[in-house]
């Protein structure tokens, strides 16, 4: 799953994603109610930090992490808000969030596609032992 405000990054990422073999949801604007993510149920979330002047990004992230049905997902923050999120960097290592800044070379981007599948599969792998 995709959340971005931007039309053109939207249909980047379904265009790298696809031909990766992903199946892509796009959304251009974050998501109000967890339960909606909840009902998509995404194998991983590609998050924007920003949405025009507001931080929703930042407000769906925790809404995601302390929901217990969506907290186990894979969230990677793409985004040109550096300063931002710097000063969250605690926090999202804590939580396990990837961060990649836009403009972004596009095999980091999928590199870190993959790892957060890996990571979260041996996570959820671990935790069903």
Same mark, same amino acid.
């Given at each position: 799953?995709?959340? %971005?405000?931007t039309?053109?990054?939207?249909?980047? /990422?379904? /265009?790298? &994603?696809?031909?990766?073999?992903? @199946? !892509?949801f796009?959304?251009?604007y974050p998501?109000? $109610?967890?339960?909606?993510?909840? %009902?998509?149920?995404?194998?991983?979330?590609? &998050?924007? /930090?920003?949405?025009? %002047?507001?931080?929703?990004?930042?407000?769906?992230? #925790?809404?995601? $992490?302390?929901?217990?049905?969506?907290?186990?997902?894979?969230?990677?923050?793409?985004?040109?808000?550096?300063?931002? !999120? #710097? @000063?969250?960097?605690?926090? &999202?290592?804590? #939580?396990?969030? %990837? !961060? !990649?800044? $836009?403009?972004?070379?596009?095999?980091?981007?999928?590199?870190?596609?993959?790892?957060? /599948? $890996?990571?979260?599969?041996?996570? &959820?792998?671990?935790?069903?032992?």
């Amino acid at each position: 799953m995709v959340i %971005n405000d931007t039309e053109a990054i939207l249909d980047l /990422f379904r /265009f790298l &994603l696809e031909e990766e073999g992903f @199946e !892509v949801f796009l959304s251009s604007y974050p998501m109000q $109610k967890t339960q909606e993510i909840e %009902n998509i149920r995404p194998d991983l979330i590609i &998050l924007d /930090f920003i949405y025009g %002047n507001q931080k929703s990004g930042w407000q769906m992230l #925790q809404m995601l $992490k302390m929901y217990r049905p969506t907290s186990h997902i894979p969230i990677i923050i793409c985004t040109t808000a550096i300063d931002e !999120v #710097q @000063e969250q960097e605690g926090y &999202l290592s804590a #939580q396990g969030v %990837n !961060v !990649v800044y $836009k403009p972004f070379d596009i095999d980091s981007l999928l590199l870190t596609v993959t790892h957060a /599948f $890996k990571t979260s599969s041996s996570a &959820l792998h671990n935790r069903d032992m």
